[in-house]
């Protein structure tokens, strides 16, 4: 964010109970706000803590673990009020960086700003608009959901009919899933394992063949976007790099 000049009087930092430095880092900063958790209190509480610190007409919720593209803020706004969504995701590329990020953000983001994925969205990186949180409400603030709260959110977004996107205009790359690691290495769990309570799906009051069906469809409408964009461009936006190659998804 430092090296694209984005506005840190209007970053807040929650931090979840760190022990490794973070805190001493973060204070080096013009942050616009620091909130310090004594211990992790989940995704939700401190979600929500960074949104009512600085609170605005667009929010973007982000994981600690990613880098943003030139420009990332403005493209990713303009895009949402330009096609009338109130919550939208950047495109994405997951896993190490062995590649040129800055170079391919800018070479994808001309070659893809057109690309909007309607009903699309990612927990990796949120723009909110404040009338959702008027609609649907914040993030459940419950610290054992353990990352199920994007989940219940999402739910809470397609109830209230809620329109989502995804877009070419913004790139992220993520590491994926840095923090989840650690609380799994933590707790004595394989990266195979779920972090989450494996009964947390009981909180979206679906039975298991709406569920079932929901996730066949998504898996469908994924594919469709995927094959209509490498037909066309010979790449998606949402990507994997793996053995130093790109695989899309």
Not at 133 to 159: A, S
Not at 204 to 218: H, T, Y
Request: include cysteine; charge should be neutral; hydrophobic fraction near 40%.
């Amino acid at each position: 964010m430092i090296a694209h000049g984005t506005p840190l009087d209007r970053l807040v930092t929650v931090d979840n109970g760190s022990t490794d430095g973070t805190r001493e880092y973060l204070a080096t900063l013009p942050l616009g706000g620091r909130i310090q958790n004594t211990q992790n209190l989940g995704c939700g509480v401190a979600w929500n803590q960074g949104a009512l610190a600085l609170q605005s007409e667009w929010t973007i919720i982000m994981n600690n673990d990613v880098l943003v593209s030139p420009h990332w803020i403005e493209n990713l706004i303009s895009t949402a009020e330009k096609i009338g969504v109130k919550v939208i995701s950047p495109a994405l590329i997951e896993g190490p960086l062995d590649y040129d990020f800055n170079q391919f953000a800018i070479a994808a983001k001309e070659k893809m700003q057109h690309i909007h994925r309607m009903g699309a969205r990612h927990a990796v990186c949120l723009a909110i608009h404040e009338s959702v949180w008027m609609d649907v409400g914040y993030f459940q603030p419950v610290p054992k959901l353990l990352g199920f709260e994007d989940t219940l959110f999402f739910n809470e977004l397609r109830k209230s009919q809620i329109t989502t996107a995804m877009t070419g205009a913004s790139w992220l790359h993520h590491y994926g899933s840095i923090t989840q690691t650690a609380m799994k290495q933590e707790r004595g769990l394989s990266n195979k394992d779920g972090l989450a309570n494996r009964y947390n799906y009981k909180l979206l009051s679906q039975s298991w063949l709406e569920r079932k069906i929901n996730k066949l469809q998504r898996k469908a409408q994924e594919k469709r976007w995927r094959d209509s964009e490498l037909a066309q461009y010979g790449m998606s936006i949402h990507g994997l790099r793996e053995d130093g190659q790109f695989r899309w998804i």
